[in-house]
């Protein structure tokens, strides 16, 4: 292990999205303490080609196999991996942090596969959490591996909890900005594009979690993200609408105090803090102004023109291959939106159709939680077929 005292080694998976293109601006700042090993994505072949030179990566990998192809004849130096194999051996090269920053349940195997390398996960990818939160923590535990939240709300909570027991804590508070649409109700939003549900009012993110903002289901995969994360019970995560996106993140203790955490938004800062941890490097980000904010404002999130947010807390409650069920039928949904084949307001019909067709099981296993992904699935695509042919 290099780490304390030499460059730390990184593996950056997703290294071609909106997180991968923020943690090699960090990587890019701070080139004497970083050394990227491997870089990884799905399809992007020539930004991947791009980056393996620019940070003389020795390994690349690809999803996408006749990417992977056009790949490995632009960088003859590099040996690059094809099909998702490729992304999980990227995870188990020896390495001192592997940031996980692919989109969705793909992440799920490359992450198992950096925890059984033993290898420190900086965790951007939520849905794998979701899906298999216990599978995930248990393996991480019982390998000794330390899972650091990106996820600048975890990030925010992991901070203001650290060092205080966990009996003491009453509730964590997660902020939400509320999202392009927050403030209007849910008849307003009939026409909604996919565009306009990426425009994110204070973050610059991927399409995927740009439309889980918009309904709000971004918050409720990170209820069930800050169950495991934090070993809390559903009941004791809050969510709270502030919309200056200032507080990232608050832990109310048993006697009423209450830690926040504020920062910029600028997703460089939890990265930056999950690749160097435990150290407090001197950041180079624009610091935050607090003469110059006016207001901090906080409300109740409204359930009813959400309704993601409620399913997810129900799928919360409920436990079991619930969550997984859950981010299965949102996945496939947000994915027919974005090709224009659902309106927006279908994507929570079809999760709370999902839901109530699947019946949720223990997540004893892996294969318990990938046998209820793919039904769930397969229920959503029928779900979205018929949405389609009436719109
Ligand atoms: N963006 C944020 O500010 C933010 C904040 C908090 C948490 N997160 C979480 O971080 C994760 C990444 O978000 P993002 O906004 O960076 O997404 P994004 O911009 O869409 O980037 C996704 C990355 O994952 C790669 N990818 C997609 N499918 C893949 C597959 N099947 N196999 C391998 N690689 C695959 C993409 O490669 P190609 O480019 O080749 O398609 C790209 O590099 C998500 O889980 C999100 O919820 C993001």
Not at 234 to 240: L, M, P, S
Not at 252 to 279: C, Q, R, W
Request: glycine fraction near 8%; aromatic fraction near 6%; charged fraction near 20%.
């Amino acid at each position: 292990m290099s780490g304390a005292d030499g460059p730390r080694r990184l593996v950056i998976l997703g290294s071609t999205g909106s997180i991968g293109l923020s943690a090699l601006e960090v990587v890019r700042r701070y080139r004497d303490r970083f050394e990227v090993v491997a870089l990884g994505a799905r399809a992007n072949a020539d930004m991947l080609a791009a980056q393996a030179v620019e940070f003389h990566a020795g390994y690349a990998a690809l999803a996408d196999r006749d990417a992977a192809r056009r790949l490995r004849a632009a960088v003859p130096g590099v040996e690059v991996l094809d099909g998702p194999e490729g992304l999980e051996a990227l995870a188990a090269i020896e390495a001192d942090v592997v940031l996980c920053a692919m989109v969705g349940a793909a992440g799920l195997q490359p992450v198992l596969r950096a925890i059984d390398a033993g290898n420190a996960l900086a965790l951007a990818n939520k849905e794998p959490v979701v899906m298999a939160g216990r599978l995930i923590m248990e393996r991480a535990a019982r390998r000794g591996v330390r899972v650091l939240p990106v996820d600048s709300e975890h990030n925010a909570i992991f901070q203001c909890i650290q060092g205080h027991p966990k009996e003491g804590v009453r509730c964590i508070h997660l902020t939400a900005s509320g999202g392009p649409f927050y403030g209007r109700p849910r008849a307003a939003l009939r026409e909604v594009t996919p565009e306009q549900a990426a425009r994110h009012p204070t973050w610059n993110m991927g399409a995927k979690i740009s439309v889980d903002s918009a309904t709000l289901m971004n918050k409720g995969l990170e209820i069930i993200e800050a169950m495991w994360l934090f070993d809390m019970p559903a009941r004791k995560i809050e969510v709270v609408i502030h919309p200056q996106s200032v507080v990232h993140g608050l832990v109310e203790f048993n006697d009423g105090h209450i830690l926040a955490h504020l920062g910029v938004t600028d997703m460089k800062s939890p990265i930056l803090f999950a690749l160097t941890y435990p150290e407090r490097v001197a950041s180079p980000m624009d610091r935050l102004n607090l003469a110059a904010l006016s207001e901090l404002s906080f409300a109740a999130p409204d359930f009813e023109a959400f309704p993601c947010l409620a399913y997810a807390r129900q799928a919360a409650a409920a436990g079991g291959t619930a969550p997984a069920i859950l981010n299965a039928a949102n996945e496939e949904a947000v994915t027919a939106f974005c090709a224009h084949r659902i309106p927006f307001l279908s994507i929570s019909d079809v999760v709370g159709e999902v839901f109530d067709t699947c019946a949720p099981g223990p997540d004893r296993d892996l294969e318990s939680v990938l046998a209820a992904d793919a039904a769930a699935r397969q229920c959503a695509r029928i779900a979205v077929e018929t949405i389609s042919m009436r719109v």
